[in-house]
């Protein structure tokens, strides 16, 4: 399955508007494209304590995983900042266990039509997977 770059966009745009960041405002939407074709959406939640807050990222993916599905083609995620949000170190560690041949796609929220697109592998090459223990 090819995603759609603008439909997994705008998935991501519309759920940026659940975002909850009552402290930096800084709203960030995911749109996660199962290879079933379901597209899960997930905002980020800010906590006082900002160590418990959650990405946008990790929650389409918590909330995707939790529904049973765990096959990933894409993920889109969208903030107001030029270029598009870059996923966070934790974000990048779950993709590369979860959803290691996915695409992202990178949209700021002023410009949805202007998106950078990558894959997990080169947002963490060489990333931890485990191994036997």
Known sequence: M???????????????????????KFKVGAALLAR????????????ASYGLTCCAERVALFKALTSGINEFVAIAVVARIEKGPMPCGACRQLLAEYAPDATVFAADSDDLGKFREFTVKKLLPNAFLGGSW
């Open 36 to 47: 079933s074709g379901e597209i899960i959406g997930g905002a980020n939640v800010e906590s």
């Open 2 to 24: 090819k995603p759609d770059p603008g439909k997994l966009i705008a998935a991501a745009a519309k759920a940026r508007e659940a975002a909850v960041a009552p402290y930096s």
